[in-house]
Nanobody, 123 residues
Framework: QVQLVESGGGSVQAGGSLKLSCAVL????????VGWFRQAPGKEREGIAA????????YTDDSVKGRFTISQDNALSMVYLQMNSLKPEDTAMYYC????????????????WGQGTQVTVSL
């Protein structure tokens, strides 16, 4: 089982920054990929970033590329999402996700999901 606990959401004005954190608590070593999805009101969940913990490679969706950066601290079992130049359209519930193989959302839905943290961006 993998447990994911998000923190760091909140409200910010457009152009501002937020940093989301995800604590990866696992009893089995089956979370090689940890990432972030988001779901805006009335829209489907979308994968926006992922990091492959064994090699450190990353994936960032075009919708946030250049503004959002995913990183990890393996010693602390933490994964972060630094979000800069936030826009009102970034308003969504953000979920930390994990999977044994891929969690980017490009191929299938990740296996493990956190409870989510709300990000609200206002003009």
């Amino acid at each position: 089982q993998v447990q994911l606990v998000e923190s760091g959401g909140g409200s910010v004005q457009a152009g501002g920054s937020l940093k989301l954190s995800c604590a990866v608590l696992e009893r089995l070593y089956n979370s090689n990929c940890v990432g972030w999805f988001r779901q805006a009101p009335g829209k489907e969940r979308e994968g926006i970033a992922a990091i492959y913990r064994s090699g450190g490679s990353t994936y960032t969706d075009d919708s946030v590329k250049g503004r959002f950066t995913i990183s990890q601290d393996n010693a602390l079992s933490m994964v972060y999402l630094q979000m800069n130049s936030l826009k009102p359209e970034d308003t969504a519930m953000y979920y930390c996700v994990a999977d044994a193989t891929d969690c980017s959302g490009r191929y299938r839905a990740p296996t493990y999901w956190g409870q989510g943290t709300q990000v609200t961006v206002s003009l």
